[in-house]
T-cell receptor, first 115, second 114 residues
Framework: GDSVTQMEGPVTLSEEAFLTINCTYT??????LFWYVQYPGEGLQLLLKATKADDKGSNKGFEATYRKETTSFHLEKGSVQVSDSAVYFC??????????????FGTGTRLLVSP | DGGITQSPKYLFRKEGQNVTLSCEQN?????MYWYRQDPGQGLRLIYYSQIVNDFQKGDIAEGYSVSREKKESFPLTVTSAQKNPTAFYLC?????????????FGEGSRLTVL
């Protein structure tokens, strides 16, 4: 079945550093791709998404480009802040045999940003 | 404000007891989901429901049961048959059938079996 692989964390950075969190996927069709963020003690929130190849999703200074040729959707931010400390999940939509979309999540990558 | 409400936020259970986690949404979404989150394993789908009075098993449904009697509500029961129930449980909803649709999550319920 479809799957998502993320880099293991934690990723530890100083404030204003450049961030990259790698995400690759395996899918039989043409899924939509997502990044969700989970702040401590909370549920997940959608950060950004891309629905087709070469699309770039962006939000709050984060961006990710849907690369079909490398089956990747890496998350980047030019200058991280302490408030970005959270767990980041890469996900893809999977219709399977039912035509009903479900999300398949990666294992999550914890980001720790120090002042 | 529209959103998803999960309760209780923290729950303790003795072995052999069934517990029910509540999930209510006022987003008028047709689809609802239950995920389980364990450290280092990400989110795994337990059950999902596309419409009222209908639901399907996800990847790890054994030891769990659900009902969908109302559009707004999708409670999850963790039964005594679940061998390792201690986890963080997340409820979510979405607009059915929307390509690239977003999931909206509640804040989660943390279940600890004593």
């Amino acid at each position: 079945g479809d799957s998502v692989t993320q880099m293991e964390g934690p990723v530890t950075l100083s404030e204003e550093a450049f961030l990259t969190i790698n995400c690759t996927y395996t899918a039989t069709g043409y899924p939509s791709l997502f990044w969700y963020v989970q702040y401590p003690g909370e549920g997940l929130q959608l950060l950004l998404k891309a629905t087709k190849a070469d699309d770039k999703g962006s939000n709050k200074g984060f961006e990710a480009t849907y690369r079909k040729e490398t089956t990747s959707f890496h998350l980047e931010k030019g200058s991280v802040q302490v408030s970005d400390s959270a767990v980041y999940f890469c996900a893809l939509s999977d219709e399977g045999n039912t035509g009903f979309q479900k999300l398949v999540f990666g294992t999550g990558t914890r980001l720790l940003v120090s002042p | 404000d529209g959103g998803i409400t999960q309760s209780p936020k923290y729950l303790f259970r003795k072995e052999g007891q069934n517990v029910t986690l509540s999930c209510e949404q006022n987003l008028n979404h047709d689809a609802m989901y239950w995920y389980r989150q364990d450290p280092g394993q990400g989110l795994r789908l337990i059950y999902y429901s596309q419409i009222v009075n209908d639901f399907q098993k996800g990847d790890i449904a054994e030891g769990y049961s659900v009902s969908r009697e109302k559009k707004e509500s999708f409670p999850l029961t963790v039964t005594s048959a679940q061998k390792n129930p201690t986890a963080f449980y997340l409820c979510a909803s979405s607009i059915t059938g929307s390509l690239g649709g977003e999931l909206f999550f509640g804040e989660g319920s943390r279940l600890t079996v004593l």
